[in-house]
């Protein structure tokens, strides 16, 4: 389910023509393996130091003695080394995380929220994680390839099928907009021709099928 999730996230990464090298799924599959690892050996024995998991051992390691963690290895550790916001007064901290800027604010009224890049001309959209809101700019997909180690797996998957859902919506938006400015002009055209013609013969190329479809996709939330 994962690989899917993930797979299907990727293709439409690259309908925004985003190129990295970072690759979503090889840092899924590596979080997960090295959680399932944490389960089966309780962390002893040979465990990828750099793994999600055996970070986050660390982190609870060092708040357990009452030290910090000193590296932004994961949302999580930077949340626990940060202060606790008061109203009216939230707590931000800024950060590069492989060459990406990521800014984690907290605040009472409206909890943790994590934005990741941003370009010249935003497209802003938000997704609920176990660590707070993640703000992600659409067109900046670069930046959030090099933060995705940042997240757990669960997070990661959350993140990327967000993304694939205002995709689909959107592109279900434009597929109405493009037909009804087909049967607007289709429509004009007949009036010039002093006829008349039935909605169906207007769309002419949409099926019946496809028109299920479409209202289908109306139904849905959009962004």
Request: charged share 30%; with cysteine; net charge negative.
């Amino acid at each position: 389910m994962i690989h899917n999730d993930v797979y299907m996230g990727q293709k439409m990464l690259t309908g925004y023509k985003t190129k990295s090298t970072y690759n979503p799924a090889e840092i899924l599959e590596k979080q997960v393996r090295s959680a399932n690892k944490w389960k089966m050996e309780s962390m002893n024995g040979d465990v990828d130091p750099d793994s999600f998991a055996a970070k986050l051992k660390r982190a609870d390691e060092y708040a357990a003695s009452g030290e910090h963690h000193g590296a932004e290895d994961s949302i999580a550790i930077v949340l626990r080394q940060m202060d606790e916001p008061t109203a009216g007064n939230p707590v931000t901290k800024d950060f590069w995380h492989n060459g990406a800027h990521v800014s984690v604010s907290k605040d009472v009224m409206y909890g943790n929220t994590i934005t990741i890049g941003g370009s010249a001309n935003p497209d802003w959209i938000y997704v609920d994680t176990s660590v707070g809101a993640v703000k992600i700019d659409l067109n900046d997909m670069t930046s959030l390839m090099k933060c995705l180690d940042l997240f757990s797996p669960e997070d990661v998957n959350a993140i990327l099928r967000k993304i694939q859902e205002v995709k689909q919506a959107r592109e279900a938006l434009n597929q109405i907009d493009r037909m009804q400015d087909e049967l607007m002009k289709n429509g004009q055209d007949q009036e010039k021709d002093g006829g008349e013609q039935s909605v169906s013969e207007a769309v002419g190329v949409v099926s019946a099928g496809e028109m299920r479809e479409i209202e289908e996709k109306q139904d849905k939330v959009f962004i």
